[in-house]
């Protein structure tokens, strides 16, 4: 599976967009990005995933590279609720989830 | 998306015992599967636990360990066995549903476990 990497933390002010980095160089043509937030004592909860288009849905937006060597997950208006550990995966055969991102979402 | 429920939310054991944990699904799904999460870690894959079939485990973990039965589409459990304080982690189910056509997983609360 491809390896990701992310920053290990960041802050952003609410009401701010967040923009989640990673970088996966080694992706293969046919792997997806996906992207998973954990809360907090709570599950994983899916957000996005996408394969070499710019993808959009109600909770973000996922931007991929033209080379899809690296993608940026876009939490356009944070909130509180918002601050989680943040997991960038290239899925193959099944998620490996990394260390992720702590985004911790400040007023 | 699914709904998907774990008994218990939280137990303490104590170490030799064994605790099963229960995963149920609001819909049928045919691919389950069972994560670790030690304290201040990220998930790990166990098992890959699909009905009518053996589970399959990860590097690391073993039936005899971790025993899982999936008796229906809705339903599984995982058994960890003759525990030791190693053991303590967050449980989670996860579950990949059929009519999504994609390989996005869903996963369960957890069930954290303390062996003492």
């Known amino acids: 599976d491809a390896k990701t990497t992310q920053p290990t933390s960041m802050d952003c002010a609410e009401g701010r967009a967040a923009n989640l980095p990673c970088n996966h160089s080694?992706?293969?043509?046919?792997?997806?990005v996906y992207w998973y937030r954990q809360i907090h004592s709570q599950g994983p909860q899916y957000i996005i995933h996408g394969l070499k288009n710019n993808e959009t849905n109600e909770m973000a937006s996922l931007i991929i590279t033209e080379d899809r060597k690296s993608s940026t997950l876009i939490l356009p208006h944070a909130t509180l609720r918002d601050t989680a550990v943040y997991y960038c995966?290239?899925?193959?055969?099944?998620?490996?989830f990394g260390t992720g991102t702590r985004l911790q979402v400040t007023l | 998306s699914a709904v998907i429920s774990q008994k218990p939310s939280r137990d303490i054991c104590q170490r030799g015992t064994s605790l099963t944990i229960q995963c149920q699904v609001d819909s049928q799904v045919t691919m389950m599967f069972w994560y670790r999460q030690q304290p201040g870690q990220s998930l790990t894959l166990i098992a890959t636990?699909?009905?009518?079939?053996?589970?399959?485990?990860e590097s690391g973990f073993v039936i005899d360990k971790f025993p899982i039965s999936r008796p229906n589409l809705t339903f599984s459990t995982l058994t960890v066995s003759n525990m030791s304080p190693e053991d303590s982690s967050i449980y989670l189910c996860s579950v990949e549903p059929d009519r999504t056509f994609t390989d996005t997983q869903y996963f369960g609360p957890g069930t954290r476990l303390t062996v003492l």
């Open positions: 080694t992706i293969s043509g046919n792997e997806y």
């Open positions: 995966i290239v899925f193959s055969s099944k998620l490996t």
């Open positions: 636990a699909n009905q009518g079939s053996e589970a399959t485990y």
